[in-house]
């Protein structure tokens, strides 16, 4: 088995011989490939909603007419105890296309986290942050080391680890463009960009401007 480190910077997820896969895009850390992006694939996480039943065991016999299966837990809610469902579904459609089905069982009071995106659920359940440094366990299925566009796709087959603020391996850099229209707002299409600066967490700072469009507006202020 194989680790990885990277800086994690968006996620999505894809389909896969109807199996949903969590990817993680991220920049790659130490001595493995550090600089290079990396595609880690999670194939293992599944969807999942929660239901609020007047019946645990009723809407489990009634979850079986729909062929799916309720897990039964006790939770916290707003200060009471009430008992849920948990039900694991095969695919983020799946629970579109069941959520109407599954209110209008009678033992069903409610479907609670129905509208929370797959690939969101995912970051809440692993502790995951954008920007932050994640640690991997797994397989590369493919590291082109020799493209213009280095890139490594890995597998993972343990739980993700978040170890924290990743932000100073990131070369960032930020810019401000200033427009000017006498009149008022400035019309993107037909307004002069007046000043354009730029600042990195490399040290590098700039600014640019349009010298003459600058004396000209300012000969023109009362």
């Keep these: ?25 991220g920049k790659l850390m130490g001595e493995n490939g550090g600089g290079s992006k990396i ?3 999670d194939k293992s996480f599944k969807p999942y909603i929660y239901i609020h ?43 579109y296309k069941l959520k109407d089905k599954i209110l209008n069982l009678k033992s069903v009071e409610e479907i609670r986290e129905y509208d929370i995106p797959f690939y ?5 359940d692993k502790g995951l942050f954008p920007m932050n ?9 493919n590291f082109n080391r020799f493209s213009s566009n280095e890139k490594c796709i890995f597998e993972i087959h ?9 932000l100073e391996e990131l070369n960032m850099l ?5 427009a000017c229209n006498p009149d008022g707002m400035p019309k993107v299409k037909e307004d002069s960009i007046i000043m354009i600066s730029f600042s990195s967490n490399r040290g590098f700072q700039k600014v640019y401007h349009n010298q003459n469009i600058i004396i000209r507006l300012c000969r023109n202020i009362p």
């Design 1 to 25: 088995m194989e680790t990885r480190k990277f800086v994690l910077l968006d996620i999505d997820y894809i389909t896969k011989n109807r199996i949903p896969m969590i990817r993680l895009f």
């Design 39 to 41: 595609i880690a694939l």
């Design 53 to 95: 039943p007047n019946n645990a065991d009723d809407c489990i016999n009634e979850l079986d007419i729909l062929e799916l299966e309720g897990e039964k837990l006790r939770s916290n809610d707003n200060g009471k105890l009430k008992d849920f469902l948990k039900v694991t579904l095969k695919h983020p459609q799946d629970i």
């Design 120 to 124: 969101r659920r995912y970051l809440i």
């Design 133 to 141: 440094i994640v640690e991997v366990e797994g397989k590369v299925l």
């Design 158 to 166: 343990n739980e993700p680890q978040n170890l924290g603020s990743g």
């Design 174 to 178: 930020s810019f401000n463009i200033e």
